[in-house]
């Protein structure tokens, strides 16, 4: 086609008619002027990428639906709609339409615009489980025997600082010495007083346990009020061969794929499967369960379709459950071959990248999906519960500030540390100092040996005469 000189590209769009689930594909006739109008997620995302091709003044388009005149519904499924681009009906298919291999076959179809995948949904149960026990499960048992090991802990350190003080508390025979040990810290907990101590490094160690206790107490009052009073909801039915098993019916959305897939993978017979179209068909199947007619135990489809369901009124009394069978998402299909595919592909990467389809997204559906992936859909069956570990580093804390309280306040520890040294360093000076006195030779031996017995031999007298002697000497020699 030829249009102000330029050529011209009229492609021919086949749409799906849907009955529900609208939000992706949406055809309305306006009645006083006939005219039709066409919306929806895809066809959004469509325009979104018309808007990024770089030849776009050259392409339009003519949205054409696949309808059955007779029951106005879809003229078949949506690989007979594939079909039609074989056949040269139309240029393109857009809608909400999955990308599998066997139907890369005949099309080809642009990079994907959604994550997808398919799973099922079932109705859910709240249950409490209040046991005569329950108190207990908020802590695992190793984070019990912490706490009561710190108690024993604090208790021993405050008798140890308060064993030279006027304290009466511990005073008395040894069993009663053990048994306040040991009750100190709860008492501390019920009769907070100041006068239970003497010592201020003993109110100090005091305060630190109070607070630690005060700490813990919070902790857990916060996990058993959760474990409490928060329902704890589980899936009615956890796999697929549980349904199997049971024999139980299960739903799948009209002219979708799911039928297919039951069937050839999963194992279904063709007499348990039941088709919906709209939300409220799949909210009045799951509530009337497995065992009335028209009801079915869960429904498979496609994640963004059973997102689009959780969104709604409906959605707080079920839940995605089971395994994730994974598909490549929606995409755009065209003609074997087609040049335009590589061109709207590359577009509709520049409409996720620039955040423009978490708008359409937002304006559709109210929450994101078309991105979401398939995270996981099923909450932790049992509350968490705390271990020791996830205290570790408060208790580590708290034992090191306590150690130094107690060091600090008994100096006997110092002292003690202070006299080892000393006598060590006396000891070695001793032996240092006996080790030069000793003769290191023969020679040296002999000289000792010499010295000492020239300092053992008698001393010589020595006679001096006295005045008195020589008075008696000059007489007789007068006589």
């Not at 021919?12 to 006739?29: C, H, M, N, S």
């Not at 091709?53 to 003519?62: D, M, P, R």
């Not at 059955?68 to 857009?94: C, F, H, P, T």
């Not at 708290?398 to 006299?419: M, Q």
Request: include cysteine; hydrophobic fraction near 40%; aromatic fraction near 12%.
């Amino acid at each position: 086609m030829l249009k102000n000189n330029v050529v011209t590209t009229q492609l021919r769009i086949g749409i799906p008619v849907k009955t529900g689930f609208r939000q992706f594909v949406d055809t309305e006739t306006i009645r006083h002027t006939n005219k039709t109008t066409y919306s929806g997620f895809s066809i959004e995302v469509l325009l979104a990428a018309y808007e990024k091709l770089e030849s776009k003044n050259s392409i339009y388009f003519e949205f054409i639906p696949f309808k059955n005149e007779s029951s106005g519904g879809m003229n078949g499924n949506y690989d007979d709609l594939l079909s039609q681009i074989k056949e040269q009906r139309y240029d393109a298919v857009v809608g909400d339409t999955t990308i599998f291999s066997n139907r890369t076959l005949d099309v080809d179809f642009t990079m994907p615009y959604s994550e997808s995948g398919m799973t099922m949904l079932v109705p859910v149960h709240g249950q409490k489980l209040w046991k005569m026990w329950t108190f207990l499960q908020p802590w695992s048992w190793d984070l019990w025997l912490t706490v009561f090991a710190s108690f024993i802990f604090m208790g021993i350190v405050i008798r140890i600082m308060e064993r030279r003080t006027e304290n009466t508390t511990f005073a008395g025979p040894r069993n009663r010495q053990l048994g306040m040990t040991l009750w100190f810290p709860f008492s501390a907990l019920a009769i907070p007083q100041r006068d239970m101590v003497i010592k201020d490094w003993s109110r100090f160690v005091l305060v630190i346990w109070i607070g630690l206790a005060v700490i813990l107490m919070q902790i857990y009052t916060a996990s058993l009020s959760s474990m409490l009073t928060v329902d704890r909801f589980q899936p009615m039915f956890m796999s697929v061969d549980e349904l199997l098993a049971k024999g139980y019916k299960v739903g799948y959305q009209k002219d979708s794929y799911v039928k297919d897939f039951l069937m050839d993978r999963l194992g279904f017979d063709e007499s348990q499967l039941e088709e919906y179209c709209t939300t409220e068909d799949y909210y009045k199947a799951l509530t009337k369960g497995p065992n009335e007619n028209g009801g079915v135990a869960a429904i498979f489809d496609e994640i963004p379709f059973i997102r689009v369901f959780l969104a709604t009124k409906y959605g707080s009394k079920f839940m995605m459950a089971g395994t994730i069978y994974r598909t490549d998402g929606f995409g755009f299909a065209f003609p074997k071959g087609s040049s335009i595919v590589s061109n709207f592909s590359r577009a509709i990467l520049k409409v996720i990248e620039n955040g423009e389809i978490t708008t359409i997204e937002k304006r559709y559906f109210r929450h994101g999906i078309a991105n979401q992936g398939v995270a996981s859909q099923i909450p932790p069956d049992n509350p968490r519960i705390l271990h020791a570990s996830s205290l570790a580093g408060l208790f580590i804390i708290v034992g090191i500030v306590t150690l130094l309280a107690l060091v600090i306040s008994e100096g006997y520890f110092w002292r003690k540390t202070v006299g080892l040294a000393q006598q060590f360093i006396s000891k070695r000076s001793s032996d240092v100092s006996s080790n030069h006195d000793q003769p290191r030779n023969e020679t040296e031996l002999m000289a000792v040996q010499s010295t000492a017995q020239v300092n053992a031999a008698p001393e010589l007298e020595v006679s001096i005469p006295r005045e008195e002697d020589d008075a008696e000497i000059n007489q007789v020699h007068s006589s």
